[in-house]
């Protein structure tokens, strides 16, 4: 399996994960308010629990400078 075949079938697991549990995710309102997120191999997907819906917000890779993006 390619590391991208695998990346996709993580993200799937993770959103299929977050639409059973929402809050399975870590609370990151120091990144912005009502914001979550979730460790996915190399990768950091941030999203918003909605009425009836997960909004995935944003995914970057873990290297990255959070902050300076938010």
């Known amino acids: 399996m ?7 079938k993580e993200l799937h697991r993770a959103c ?3 639409g059973a549990w929402g809050e ?6 120091e990144v ?4 979550r997120s979730l460790h996915v ?6 999203y918003r629990i909605k009425e009836d819906a997960i909004e995935i917000v944003r995914v970057l890779d873990e290297r990255r400078d959070i902050d300076a993006i938010f």
């Open 16 to 18: 299929y994960v977050l």
């Open 2 to 8: 390619s590391q991208a075949e695998r990346l996709i």
């Open 41 to 46: 191999i190399r990768y950091v997907a941030f």
């Open 24 to 29: 399975y995710g870590r609370a990151r309102d």
């Open 32 to 35: 912005g308010l009502g914001l």
